[in-house]
């Protein structure tokens, strides 16, 4: 195959003489001015990796405290700005950057593109969420003012009106916590409008929208989603701050305000952000899936078209998380019936994926074993969400631990099991190194196990009336041998996480060469060397189907003549 | 036809197990905040409906989950595979189509047993002979009015119990002085939000007298763990002699003079009630009855002499960050209020 | 190039994506739509309901001429617009210049119409629902005039210098676009706090 239609990046000699390498100094400065999106791309991934440690810690303490009732591992206080800084930093820090940093690896390599349509807006982004994610931290030092002691946001990762008035929350705690999102939300905000742009103006020849891996398409949706999910949290997040430092009333009960409005404001928000954050993690699986199973994926112009219709029935459900708030039953009959529709198209999705499944040859390396386990974990998830969709049964499990073990199952069992996969899986590429297979079985095996112990105990914890966000519990409420299974758990994931740092660290250095194609994938990123050049493509790739290396790959067989 | 044969499926099958888990939970002879052992008819309708919705889901469990555990045995690559890759497929309309449709009829199954209930629970018609109270949330603790009785509380509610020959049924009124609360008996109903300038409602008509507990399901500030409730379920007797003596001013004891002297003098009674004294405050619970409930501080701590004493000399003990604030008294002067409060029964 | 198996479908020639420049400032409206929705949805919900003070009845005047102005400038920069990029430029700095014009008197009348409201009428963004609510949404919409301002006035002095011309064309349309949303905006302001608010 000594002529190729894709371009290749191997002719152009890219080691650099002895002389011209660049110091420590050169090095860091490099990253720090850089606007490629591969490097943003890393850099994205280097900060949640952090922030999911911290975060991960957090939720340790959090555990520890909980293991046995009336511990004093933690005070009230401050448990609850603990598991406030949990909710706040996994969702903002580690989710929501971990998605936009794989975006920004990945998608201009996908689709042919030299970097993202606003390279220096794509670093701006970065610098402003990375720097919010630093604001909301120093409020443990910065949170009482000049001369008090610091301390963190303590009013839930939701933050209700009016808890979060000056009067019922004085001190700056609050204020950190809305400020450093606002920033950060302007960075998300930036990263959206970029990747926007760069999937629709910037696909190499041929690649129609219908011949882009689903990597990209689903990115698409969810920056889309997001321009119009972040903007009501910082609109709302906006109105606080008038509140707090204007005199404005906007949640003020006093002049006639309302707590419901912010509570709707912030569930417009706050429903669309978890698809935000599980859409990506469909995107991830839809790469891994099929080169896992040697198959295309099956179905994939209803896979192009339910990621749309859940964007669209997303924006239709958040008063589901308020059905006790006291709505008409004919609205609460209505988000039931949203709510149940939006998991139509999801599980279509399920199905496509097995359908993808049945008939291959399926390989279980670490990759696919996380993307296994996400199928798994987002089927039980999306029936707990069937189920909390039940309004009537709803107004029992609301704010009880089976909502809290929903959306683990959702944010952990989903979300996190891709990222992990999408690690594993584009490391090489990144690197040019291979992360150790064994290392990485450990680490699946040692999380799965410590997620199920953990989060399918949680639900009878909620099944049981354990509500959350408490510090305590009376020890005569029969919940007391459960949170002792659930805290040992969170300990065997927090192992599994640290095997995964390490390989993770090590690799970089000890782990087998890559070469450019390591997994016998199909999609554009796997014709460039390992690591890319910066420069991605040396001549604009010019596509036919939705896998070019398939086509190249088997010329006798190519894709476009069974597309439709 | 075929739904009455459902639902009395249905409903067996939930007596049955619910009869298991309640006997499991009898055995105990605790009280329980547990969902699953329903004692009122608007939380049996949702354990009811629980369960026909565990069996739908549960079924979708199965049949996909043993799709996929089928597909990852059935499929997964062996050495004795042939070389290349295997077939190609790219999707099959047929199918498609099936599984969406399924999945719409399932979810117009399911959304029309939930309306059902939705309106059942929510658009109740209230009886007249219903028993009213109103319930407002505080950070931390409850204050119950029972306005045809002229009777206000705190933290312990009493209900009547609702039998057959007598049903009787409260309807609760609901809302804030602060934050945002939540009222949440499981075994007596779904949880309502307690909300500042915004009155919601809810009903329970518990068929067994007894202990039911819950607590606060609203994160509302620093002691949210420790906002907790006891509702106790009396007998028609138990409830009038209960409301009877609440009725009541508080009785003056001259032995207690000091202490009474202390309550209006340090400040108490700047925030706290005693009916018939000149104490009006509103800020914290009404003391009229202190000493009919089982415990102090909302549940934080069981009512004695020794735990009221050491509440009033220093809150945070029991409950670091509760709005009472430590009084500065003196041992005397504790000894004193505490042998009046202990008089307020 | 020539590689190709003979049956594969026909390569297309003609690749037209449309430009980033606009899908991008089309993606910032979407957002900025979002948050202006939120601001006016919280102004209705609130409408009525102040429990003190001034009510929109008794202290706003409807601002004709600032609105009159500032729609007017979707024309004026229309016109410039469509001057870049026939490379008339002199034509197209004295429409700019007009835009601005017409902005500076709209943001002028604000100011006016403000500094009655609050040294006359007592209202502030503090005294009740109403100056809350009516505060936070006018004043995102003057923001936005601000920023949008700050582009035309950069984009006029670079023209005075003569180093604008046609091949800017399409920067200076995300602009107007910019612009043209900003007017759009307005309408709704306009229509929710002086027609149907009072």
Redesign the interface.
């Known amino acids: 195959m000594s ?1 190729y ?1 894709l371009p290749v990046s191997h002719v152009i000699d890219q080691s650099t003489p002895a002389s011209e390498r660049s110091t420590l100094l050169e090095k860091l400065h490099g990253w720090v001015v850089t606007v490629d999106h591969k490097r943003l791309g890393i850099l994205y991934i280097l900060y949640s990796t952090f922030f999911l440690l911290v975060a991960g810690a957090e939720a340790l303490m959090i555990r520890v405290q909980l293991a046995y009732p009336h511990a004093h591992v933690l005070s009230a206080q401050v448990y609850n700005r603990f598991f406030t800084m949990h909710g706040t930093t996994m969702v903002f820090l580690v989710g929501m950057p971990f998605l936009f940093g794989f975006a920004n690896y990945i998608v201009p390599l996908q689709i042919g593109a030299r970097d993202m ?2 390279p220096r807006l794509n670093a701006f982004s970065f610098w402003m969420t990375a720097f919010g994610g630093f604001l909301l931290y120093y409020s443990f030092l910065g949170g009482a003012g000049l001369y008090g002691v610091g301390n963190a946001p303590d009013v839930g990762w939701f933050a209700y009106a009016p808890l979060t008035s000056r009067s019922f929350s004085p001190g700056h705690a609050t204020d950190y916590w809305a400020l450093a999102l606002i920033v950060s939300g302007f960075g998300t ?1 930036g990263t ?3 990747i ?3 999937i ?4 190499c ?2 690649m129609t929208l219908m011949r882009m891996p689903l990597f990209a398409w689903l990115l698409l949706v969810v ?2 989603l997001t ?6 949290l ?3 997040q ?2 606080l701050l ?2 707090r430092y ?5 949640f003020d009960t006093q ?4 707590s419901l ?1 912010w509570i709707h ?1 912030f569930w ?1 928000f706050g429903h669309p952000e978890v698809y935000v954050l599980v859409l990506p993690a469909f995107a991830i699986a839809n790469e891994i899936i099929p080169v896992f199973c040697r198959k295309a994926i099956f179905g994939y112009p209803a896979m192009v078209a339910a990621s749309v219709a859940i964007m669209f029935v997303s924006l239709s459900v958040w008063a589901h998380h308020m059905f006790t708030v006291g709505m008409t039953s004919v609205s609460n009959a209505f988000f039931t019936l949203s709510t149940m529709l939006v998991g139509v198209p999801t599980g279509i999705k399920i199905f496509n994926w097995i359908a993808t499944l049945w008939g291959g040859r399926i390989r279980f390396t670490t990759p696919m074993l996380f993307c296994i386990g996400f199928l798994f974990q987002f089927l039980i998830a999306g029936l707990t969400g069937i189920m909390l969709s039940v309004s009537p049964w709803d107004w029992q499990l609301h704010n009880s631990y089976f909502v809290i073990a929903h959306f683990h199952y959702v944010l952990v069992g989903a979300i996190v099991f891709c990222i992990f996969a999408g690690i594993y899986y584009w490391y090489p590429k990144a690197t040019g190194r291979l992360m150790n297979e064994t290392l990485g079985k450990w680490h699946f095996w040692l999380f799965a196990i410590g997620f199920h112990i953990t989060f399918d105990t949680m639900h009878f914890l909620g099944l049981m009336g354990m509500p959350r966000s408490i510090y305590t519990y009376q020890p005569d409420r029969g919940w007391n041998l459960l949170n002792l299974v659930v805290s040992i758990g969170g300990f065997i994931q927090g192992i599994a996480v640290l095997i995964f740092v390490y390989n993770f660290i090590v690799s970089y250095r000890r782990g087998a060469v890559a070469g450019d194609d390591p997994w016998d994938a199909w999609t554009l990123e796997w014709t460039t060397s390992s690591p890319p050049p910066v420069y991605n493509f040396e001549e604009e790739p ?1 596509v ?1 189907s939705r896998r070019p290396l398939w086509d190249l790959k088997h ?1 006798d067989d ?1 894709d ?2 069974y597309e439709s | 036809m075929q739904m009455r044969r459902a639902q009395r499926l249905i409903r067996s099958s939930s007596a049955a197990a619910s009869f298991l888990l309640t006997s499991a939970m009898l055995v105990a002879q605790r009280p329980t905040p547990s969902t699953l052992a329903p004692a009122s008819t608007p939380a049996h309708q949702i354990f009811d409906l629980s369960i026909f919705v565990i069996a739908i889901t549960g079924g979708i469990f199965v049949v996909v989950g043993g799709l996929l555990a089928i597909a990852l045995y059935r499929f997964r690559a062996r050495k004795t595979d042939p070389a290349g890759e295997p077939a190609q497929i790219y999707g099959s309309t047929q199918i498609e189509l099936a599984w969406t449709v399924i999945p719409i009829l399932i979810v117009v199954v399911l959304f029309l047993a939930t309306a059902r209930i939705i309106f059942a629970i929510q658009d109740a018609p209230k009886p007249k002979s219903a028993l009213d109270v109103t319930v407002i949330g505080h950070q931390f603790w409850w204050e119950f009015r029972y306005p045809k009785y002229g009777v206000v509380t705190a933290n312990e509610l009493h209900v009547p119990v609702s039998s057959g020959a007598t049903p009787e049924a409260t309807f609760l009124k609901l809302t804030s002085a602060d934050v945002n609360h939540s009222f949440w008996i499981p075994q007596l109903a779904g949880k309502t939000d307690l909300i500042a300038n915004h009155v919601n409602t809810m009903w329970m008509d518990p068929q067994k007298p007894g202990l039911y507990l819950g607590q606060c399901a609203q994160f509302c500030g620093s002691q949210h763990a420790m906002m907790l409730l006891r509702v106790y379920v009396d007998t028609p007797e138990q409830f009038n002699a209960w409301i009877k003596n609440q009725q009541q001013p508080a009785q003056q004891h001259p032995a207690v003079e000091a202490g009474r002297q202390v309550f209006e003098r340090q400040a108490c009674m700047n925030c706290h009630t005693v009916s018939g004294t000149a104490a009006t405050g509103r800020f914290g619970p009404d003391l009229t009855h202190l000493m009919s409930r089982t415990t102090l501080a909302s549940g934080a701590t069981d009512n004695t002499p020794e735990n009221l004493r050491q509440w009033i000399k220093s809150p945070d003990t029991f409950k670091h960050g509760a709005l009472m604030p430590a009084m500065q008294l003196t041992d005397e002067q504790l000894d004193q209020v505490t042998a009046y409060l202990e008089t307020l029964k | ?1 020539s ?3 003979v ?3 026909a ?2 020639v003609e ?1 037209h ?5 606009r ?2 400032m089309t ?2 409206i ?6 202006f ?3 006016v949805v ?1 102004y209705v ?2 409408m009525g ?4 003070g001034p009510t929109p009845a008794q202290v706003l005047e409807v601002p004709i001429l600032a609105t009159i102005c500032l729609l007017s400038s979707s024309l004026t920069i229309w016109r410039a617009e469509k001057a870049i990029e026939d490379d008339r430029m002199g034509s197209f700095t004295v429409w700019l210049g007009a835009t601005i014009a017409l902005a500076a008197v709209f943001l002028a009348s604000t100011a006016l119409e403000w500094k009655k409201l609050i040294y006359q009428d007592g209202l ?3 005294t ?2 109403f ?3 009516f505060y ?1 949404l006018v004043g995102l919409h003057a923001t936005h005039v601000v920023v949008g301002l700050f582009l035309l006035t950069s984009v006029f002095t670079f023209s005075l210098f003569g180093w604008v011309d046609s091949r800017q064309s399409e920067r200076f349309g995300v602009i107007a676009l910019y612009w043209h949303f900003v007017d759009a905006v307005w309408i709704v302001v306009f229509t929710v706090v002086y027609l149907i608010g009072r």
């Open positions: 002529d239609p349509a606003f905000l959206a409008i970029n926007v742009a760069t629709i103006s910037m696909r020849k041929g920056s889309m321009l119009v999910t972040i903007t009501p910082t609109a709302a906006f109105m008038i509140d204007l005199g404005g009333h906007f002049a006639g305000g309302s409005i404001f417009i010019e036919h010329p190519p476009w003549e | 190039m590689l190709m198996p049956s594969h479908p390569r297309t690749w994506l449309p430009s980033k420049r899908v991008g993606a910032l979407a957002g900025e739509s979002a948050i929705t939120i601001f919280a919900f609130y309901k102040s429990l003190t502030t963004v503090s009740n629902l100056g809350t609510t936070s």
